[in-house]
């Protein structure tokens, strides 16, 4: 016989707010990051060998300009990164 269990969590005021905001500083993180990927490859796009010598921003590179971004945790813009990652990485492989 499996039993199973139903949790159900109500974050208080507080880290509703939290919470919502560390989804838009991802967001705003994740579209940044992307726009800059789209500008260098527009920039480069010609030249291959110049294209995958570029580096691209990180998040701290964005929590130097937008200081509102220290107010949510490190590691959920770190994730932002490696979602993006991901993708190009999927979309690289699609396109073989």
Request: glycine share 2%.
């Amino acid at each position: 016989m499996n039993k199973a269990f139903k949790y159900r969590l109500y974050p208080s005021a507080e880290q509703e707010i939290l919470i919502n905001k560390t989804f838009g500083c991802v967001r705003f993180v994740y579209n940044r990051m992307l726009a800059n990927r789209k500008e260098i490859y527009e920039q480069f796009r010609d030249d291959k060998e110049a294209l995958k010598k570029q580096k691209y921003l990180l998040p701290a590179d964005f929590k130097k300009a937008f200081e509102w971004l220290k107010e949510v945790d490190s590691l959920a813009l770190a994730n932002a990164q490696l979602n993006l990652e991901t993708a190009y990485r999927a979309s690289s492989e699609i396109n073989l």
